[in-house]
């Protein structure tokens, strides 16, 4: 296994405010597909301590699953024990007898629930997409539908993220405001003298960072 640096999860989100829509839709697909590739490489053994203490998110922003296993990650196992994660992300064990990747589905549309509440004012969802996603957790929580049997198939149900309109209408408004920044720009410098075009454009440069 690779060893990847970076923060839990549930303090990642402490640390930060503002995810994006796209960022948070990419880390749903991101996290299924850890979980179809640990089930994969596992002989389809189940992981079933998902939740948001057992995901990492890397310096770079992607999502992996914690390794359990691990030593040096046995205080972090004990934080999953706990009443109140085990009650929120933790199937009941009188329903894990189905057998299958039950828990772990189960766990993956708690984690989901979590995220969508935790970033609730930030991330404006279209009702397709709400009704999208309802849909699938309650496949995932048995709460309603045809329960998942395989995590692939909650991959497949995943919808992609959707400009709202008030991001339409935020992404109109920049470039409308760009281009004013711009005939501003054009006009300061027909008025000028070819050193004072020079001394705008060195005094306006960007720099942009890692």
């Given at each position: 296994m690779d060893c990847i640096r970076g923060t839990l999860l549930v303090r990642y989100l402490k640390g930060r405010r503002g995810i994006g829509k796209a960022e948070l839709f990419g880390w749903f697909r991101?996290?299924?597909v850890c979980v179809d590739q640990y089930h994969r490489c596992r002989k389809q053994k189940q992981y079933r301590y998902l939740n948001p203490y057992s995901i990492v998110v890397s310096e770079e922003g992607k999502l992996f699953l914690l390794d359990l296993e691990a030593p040096?990650?046995?205080a972090v196992l004990k934080q999953m024990q706990k009443p109140a994660v085990r009650e929120g992300f933790v199937k009941p064990v009188c329903e894990i007898g189905a057998g299958g990747q039950s828990a772990d589905i189960f766990a993956y549309g708690?984690?989901?629930q979590f995220l969508l509440a935790y970033t609730q004012g930030e991330t404006e969802l279209t009702r397709w997409e709400e009704m999208r996603l309802a849909r699938m957790i309650a496949r995932c929580t048995g709460e309603a539908?045809?329960?998942y049997a395989d995590i692939s198939q909650v991959l497949r149900d995943l919808p992609a993220a959707k400009n709202t309109d008030r991001e339409k209408a935020g992404s109109r408004a920049a470039d409308m405001r760009s281009m004013r920044r711009k005939k501003k720009l054009l006009a300061a410098a027909c008025a000028c003298t070819a050193v004072c075009v020079f001394t705008a454009l060195k005094d306006n440069?960007?720099?942009s960072g890692g």
């Open positions: 991101q996290l299924c040096e990650n046995g708690r984690t989901v539908g045809k329960p440069g960007t720099v």
